[in-house]
């Protein structure tokens, strides 16, 4: 079965530190997302990436970085976490930018920051 | 343009009843649209999609429905299920997909 795995499903920091979550995909998929979860807003881009080293904002990337050293792993880094940056934090993966057989989620991490 | 805008926001059916969400869109480019279905503590996952070129699609209790002129679609989950208590997204692509703000179902027994 293909998979997309985040590393933590549940995450508490405190403000000001810097944070990681990690994103593993095993289905050779060329493009990995990075998108937050908020109640009433749905899900929002934070950055995506098409290839490896390449990376490319989505709609709401400030505060955040994105690190694609290899194909299979895209990370994604908070500088110095903040409290609205509590949130559901969803990676996906696909084969193709849109492509029809549509993205491959992770099942989240929940990230507190206090 | 690039929105899509998903209503309602939270919707209370019974066992056996119909569900019914709606999305509308502005970019007459998107060319494709899928439903994804997320469980409690799950990623979303796709469950129907449909293209521009159609009106309807079914598969099993899930249909959509597809208005072109009026740049909007629909989700209908006929005999709704308490299983089929989970959020749903609608979502267009233009290049990426880009998704609605998400409808919480609960189905009552």
């Known amino acids: 079965d293909v998979k997309v795995t985040q590393s933590s499903r549940y995450l508490v920091k405190r403000t000001g530190e810097k944070v990681f979550l990690e994103c593993v995909q095993d289905?050779?998929?060329?493009?990995m997302f990075w998108y937050r979860q908020d109640p009433g807003l749905g899900l929002r881009l934070i950055y995506f990436?098409?290839?490896?080293?390449?990376?490319e904002k989505g709609d709401i990337p400030e505060g955040y970085s994105v690190s694609r050293e290899k194909k299979e792993r895209f990370s994604l880094i908070l500088e110095s976490a903040s409290t609205n940056q509590t949130s559901m934090y969803l990676c996906?993966?696909?084969?193709?930018?849109?492509?029809?057989?549509?993205?491959?989620f992770g099942s989240g991490t929940r990230l507190t920051v206090v | 343009q690039q929105q899509v805008k998903q209503s309602p926001q939270s919707l209370i059916v019974q066992k056996g009843g119909i569900s019914i969400i709606n999305c509308a869109y502005e970019?007459?480019?998107?060319?494709?649209f899928p439903w994804y279905q997320q469980f409690p503590g799950k990623g979303p996952a796709l469950l129907i999609a449909?293209?521009?070129?159609?009106s309807e699609k079914k598969e099993g209790r899930f249909t959509i429905s597809f208005n072109k002129s009026a740049k909007q679609f629909s989700l209908h989950i006929m005999d709704s299920q308490p299983g089929d208590s989970a959020t749903y997204f609608c979502?267009?692509?233009?290049?990426?997909?880009?998704f609605g703000q998400g409808t919480t179902l609960q189905v009552k027994p």
């Open positions: 996906a993966s696909s084969s193709g930018v849109g492509h029809p057989s549509g993205y491959t």
């Open positions: 449909i293209r521009p070129d159609v």
């Open positions: 970019n007459t480019a998107f060319d494709y």
């Open positions: 990436s098409y290839d490896v080293k390449m990376k």
């Open positions: 979502a267009a692509r233009g290049g990426k997909l880009i």
């Open positions: 289905m050779d998929h060329e493009n």
